[in-house]
């Protein structure tokens, strides 16, 4: 991985305010490093200034929390964590909501591929562009769920901007609503969905359910329902950087939110090797490259295009 890159991750959580739940104590925390493919798990934290010291040593690629609360949380067998709840979320991807312009090429010779891998060098990078009004599109999606769990089962939750190409919908669950199991989410999901037009335990005696939405002209949500019925499922700590954009996962209040620069922590310019050739939308920016030349970026997103497997940052700037 980048050098560039993970010195600038580190002095972030050096610095950074992250967005963790009350009962921290009680959860499993766990971190993807720097140029590896799998997570370091069953970690356990009893404050914030005990975390941020680890990962100012460990620097995290992607960071997490457990929605599930654990008597054990440090546990190395989930059976021995000892469950005792869990929070409820949804994932909402803008993928599965727009048709992304997707490409795929060679990261060693830069030729674009109409087949899975380069037949002379045996790989391939994929970039898939994901514009603000896609984004948009998704953002209706969560306030939408946000909305019907408020009006339909008296739940409030929080929606963040996943830090890459989506939203989560989140409720900080207590009492009934943590212990929920998998099929009572389910049935959560399917009345959501539009799967299922009854009401669900809890709903309000004249509520039309999805009968009275769909005539409303609302349309069905979109979102990874194994996320939801998921009751040990990890959570991207707001306020952490996503490993795949540079980009913060942060709160959304209402609709206002914009697909740009504001949204990464960091500040300057960068030097760029661009490792094909063409014009890519990064964030709200159109940005033409050839590949093998050298431009100069806002970090951000230089560090956007390094991390969707564009190219390389060589320099930085501050």
């Known amino acids: 991985m980048n050098k560039i890159i993970t010195l600038l991750f580190k002095d972030y959580y050096s610095r950074s305010k992250l967005e963790l739940p009350f009962d921290m104590e009680l959860r499993e925390f766990a971190y993807q490093p720097f140029g590896k493919d799998t997570y370091v798990r069953h970690l356990s934290f009893g404050s914030e200034k005990e975390l941020l010291d680890y990962i100012t040593h460990n620097i995290p690629l992607h960071l997490f929390f457990s929605s599930a609360k654990y008597q054990i949380p440090s546990a190395d067998d989930m059976e021995l964590k000892g469950w005792i709840g869990a929070d409820l979320q949804f994932d909402i991807d ?39 009004e896609c984004l948009s599109k998704a953002l209706e999606q969560a306030l939408t769920i946000k909305d019907i769990l408020k009006d339909d089962f008296a739940l409030d939750s929080k929606i963040y901007f996943s830090g ?4 989560h919908v989140y409720v900080e669950c207590s009492g009934d609503c943590a212990l929920m199991d ?5 049935q959560i999901v399917d009345y959501i969905s539009g799967k ?6 809890g709903g309000r005696e004249n509520d039309p359910g999805w009968i009275g939405r769909l005539a409303k002209g609302i349309e069905k949500t979109v979102f990874d329902e ?17 490993g795949k954009s540079g980009l913060i996962v942060k709160k959304v209040e209402s609709n206002n939110f914009s697909f740009d620069s504001s949204l990464c922590p960091f500040a300057g310019s960068a030097i760029f090797f661009p490792l094909i050739t063409g014009e890519f939308q990064l964030l709200d920016s ?3 490259m050839i590949r093998g030349d050298p431009i100069k970026l806002d970090v951000c997103l230089a560090i956007y295009a390094h991390l969707k497997g564009l190219g ?3 320099l930085y700037v501050r």
């Open 94 to 132: 803008a993928d599965e909501i727009c048709n992304p312009k997707t490409i795929s090429f060679c990261p060693i010779c830069g030729k674009v591929l109409t087949n899975s891998k380069c037949e002379e060098h045996g790989m391939a990078t994929t970039f898939s562009e994901i514009t603000g």
């Open 196 to 201: 299922c037009s009854q009401k669900f335990k």
């Open 226 to 242: 194994q996320v939801t019925i998921d009751v040990k499922r990890l959570v991207r700590i707001p306020g952490s950087i996503h």
């Open 164 to 167: 890459n190409r989506g939203f």
């Open 182 to 186: 998998s099929e009572e989410r389910k």
């Open 286 to 288: 159109k940005v033409k």
């Open 312 to 314: 390389e940052v060589k």
